[in-house]
């Protein structure tokens, strides 16, 4: 079983500072990675996704994301935030072998001026 | 990327009804939906998968009884939570994909109130 660890639940920062979301997983298989954001009241977007290659994930709105196997990490970075930039953020994990994601409990960006 | 629609948005009834709510896949054929629960400030827990044409498969814990989870086609499948009581208030979402895509794309959401 797969399980998603999102040890900020609010990560406040002042605009066009930099950010990073921290997301741990475990599995005893091999996963697919990914970032969700969702704004209140509103379903899941797709950040960014990491299935093989590149350990670098470059997603929308300027968000990154880097693999790392060793640490089981998939931390979300952007360099410069923007007040638009609040939300809830989740990072979750599926197994190759199905689609189902489990996501983490969420961390809460607070972008102030 | 693909659209999910899902519908309604939000959605009020009284104690003891039943309240369908609906997700389409508007350009792609969904083979597997799955339904998620998400309370206020917490995260989304996985209820049921459910594949075109085959009962869904439910998570340890959730009553298949009291939310009926039907997928009859590739692009529809649909959740009734029956016998709705307050403690059923919840944002409900859904998702879908199928095994060309390697993401799953996700419904707008319904915010379900039970008075």
Redesign the interface.
């Known amino acids: 079983a797969q399980s998603v660890t999102q040890l900020d639940s609010q990560v406040p920062v002042f605009e066009e500072a930099p950010v990073e979301l921290r997301c741990n997983y475990s599995s005893s298989v091999s996963v697919?990675l990914?970032w969700?954001v969702q704004y209140p009241?509103?379903?899941?977007?797709?950040l960014l996704?990491y299935?093989s290659g590149s350990t670098l994930v470059k997603g929308i709105n300027g968000f990154e994301a880097e693999f790392n196997k060793s640490q089981t990490s998939f931390h979300l970075r952007k360099p410069s935030v923007h007040i638009s930039d609040t939300a809830e953020y989740?990072c979750a994990v599926s197994d190759q072998d199905t689609?189902?994601?489990?996501?983490?409990?969420?961390t809460r960006l607070q972008v102030f001026p | 990327?693909a659209v999910?629609s899902?519908h309604p948005s939000r959605v009020i009834c009284k104690s003891g009804t039943s309240v369908k709510i609906e997700c389409r896949s508007l350009d792609f054929q969904a083979t597997?939906m799955?339904w998620y629960r998400q309370f206020p400030k917490?995260?989304?827990m996985?209820m049921a998968?459910s594949n075109e044409g085959s009962k869904a498969t439910y998570e340890q814990g959730v009553e298949k009884d009291k939310f009926l989870i039907n997928h009859a086609s590739l692009t529809l499948s649909t959740l009734t939570v029956t016998s709705a009581h307050p403690e059923d208030s919840s944002?409900y979402?859904c998702?879908a994909?199928n095994r060309v895509r390697?993401?799953?794309?996700?419904?707008?959401?319904t915010?379900l109130t039970v008075v």
Do not use: M
Not at chain 1, 41 to 46: A, V
Not at chain 2, 103 to 109: K, L
């Open positions: 697919y990914f969700y009241n509103q379903g899941l977007q797709l996704k299935l989740f689609d189902k994601l489990i996501f983490g409990t969420g | 990327g999910v899902q597997t799955f917490k995260s989304l996985l998968t944002f979402i998702s994909t390697t993401e799953a794309f996700f419904g707008q959401g915010r």
